[in-house]
């Protein structure tokens, strides 16, 4: 079985003002990297919208009503985000993708999923929407997921951003893991590393700050020290995979140093985790990515890995000397986290 990549022209439609880094030419990547997938002969569809009992269930009914009010209108949301006159039912069909993505994978209709998206939704939180995010289609993913049976989703988040909005909205829920590893201090300015959840989600939020200039081994060392055994420990029955690429080394707003192939070895080690606790149920949303070529590449390195390509070694590993920025990372999130996570 293959990996499903869900995509529609129809995520060119949400023009944030000229300039703007998040861009309807995002599209074009996304559009281009699906192409190539179905011509190597990949699974490829159209995502239907998400429903609105889906959005519901992550969202408020007054910030629905708000997002729909704008419709046909261009409106600021937040210093950062704006709709057009289409982002409505832009974001509806970006959520349903995650959701269809979730849909083909626990009917057995495909191995794993990929919804290669357009706006973003990770900053968006039950009732704000904020850093270039609509409606928060993994964290809907995730509450289909739930609302379909499955006893604990893990979402792991590499975006160069922290999550908030995903973190805010499953804090307090012990079904749904929540990790990510994200530059800090940056944009916005949440998810330190005591952050752990709150009430019975004590523990099952699991933030891992990152320095500046963080390298492909920085990045696997985080996630071989501490993300990957969490998530492994957590026994999810499905991984949702909050793919931002903005930590690549070309990206104009991350300040990271990763590569394509630092992201494909990242997808196979989550993939990996899929495979030995969800019968290898992944599904990779995507969120942030701002330099063109180097999202094209990354989201291409990223599905190969998901089919279970050959991790190849990232570029510059080697010349760029010890991972130290991701070994102080791994020192402060087991301190903090070895109270949750014996052993770590
Ligand atoms: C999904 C994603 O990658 N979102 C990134 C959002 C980054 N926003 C940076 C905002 C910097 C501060 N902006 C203040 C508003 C002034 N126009
Ligand atoms: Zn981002």
Do not use: K
């Not at 490829?44 to 007054?62: F, G, K, N, Q, T």
């Not at 530059?183 to 916005?188: D, E, G, I, K, S």
Request: with cysteine; proline share 6%.
């Amino acid at each position: 079985m293959a990996v499903l990549v869900l995509n529609t022209q129809r995520f060119g439609d949400h023009t944030p003002p000229p300039g703007h880094p998040e861009r309807p030419e995002r599209q074009d990547v996304m559009a281009a990297v699906a192409g190539e997938w179905r011509q190597r002969g990949g699974l490829v569809a159209e995502p239907a919208p998400a429903s609105r009992e889906a959005i519901l269930r992550v969202h408020d009914a007054r910030f629905v009503e708000a997002l729909e009010s704008a419709a046909g209108r261009a409106v600021m949301l937040d210093p950062d985000t704006f709709t057009s006159a289409e982002s409505w039912e832009i974001t509806q069909l970006a959520a349903g993708a995650a959701v269809g993505g979730v849909d083909a994978v626990l009917d057995g209709r495909a191995a794993r999923a990929a919804a290669l998206v357009r706006p973003p939704g990770h900053h968006s939180n039950r009732d704000l929407a904020r850093g270039f995010c609509l409606v928060n289609s993994a964290a809907v993913a995730a509450a289909h997921a739930l609302a379909r049976g499955l006893a604990r989703v893990a979402i792991v988040d590499f975006d160069v951003h922290h999550g908030n909005g995903t973190q805010e909205i499953f804090e307090a829920d012990p079904r749904v893991l929540y990790v990510s590893a994200h530059q800090w201090p940056f944009y916005p300015g949440t998810g330190p590393v005591e952050d752990v959840g709150a009430g019975t989600g004590r523990g099952f939020t699991v933030n891992v700050p990152i320095e500046r200039g963080a390298t492909d081994d920085d990045y696997a060392l985080v996630f071989d020290e501490i993300v990957v055994p969490v998530t492994n420990r957590f026994n999810p029955e499905l991984v949702i995979i909050s793919a931002g690429f903005d930590a690549h080394e070309e990206d104009p707003i991350g300040g990271m140093r990763m590569s394509a192939d630092g992201f494909a070895r990242l997808t196979g080690r989550l993939c990996a985790v899929a495979d030995r606790c969800a019968s290898g149920r992944a599904v990779l949303v995507t969120e942030g990515g701002y330099h063109l070529r180097a999202l094209a590449a990354s989201l291409a390195a990223s599905l190969a890995a998901m089919d279970g390509g050959a991790e190849r070694e990232p570029v510059h590993g080697a010349e760029r000397g010890a991972p130290s920025r991701g070994r102080a990372a791994v020192q402060e999130a087991r301190a903090v986290q070895s109270a949750f996570w014996r052993g770590l």
